[in-house]
């Protein structure tokens, strides 16, 4: 039956693979302090890093162009 996914679903693929090892095979992430990672946004050229993730919370947000989200 299609329809929306359930919650508990979307929330056991968020558990299953850590937000970090997702964006890590994209780009290098360098430790940032705090329990946050940091490195060169894809989204946009840059020199110096301005895109977080946060494993704790399971984002990642880039202070230059404002893109951000979750593993979904």
Do not use: W
Request: aromatic share 6%; charged share 25%.
């Amino acid at each position: 039956m299609a329809g929306r996914i359930n919650d508990e679903d979307v929330k056991a693929v968020r558990d299953a693979v850590p937000i970090d090892a997702v964006v890590s095979e994209y780009l290098q992430l360098r430790v940032a302090g705090g329990g946050n990672l940091k490195g060169l946004c894809p989204f946009h050229d840059e020199k110096s890093p301005s895109f977080h993730v946060s494993p704790g919370k399971g984002l990642y947000h880039c202070f230059g162009c404002q893109e951000g989200g979750d593993t979904l």
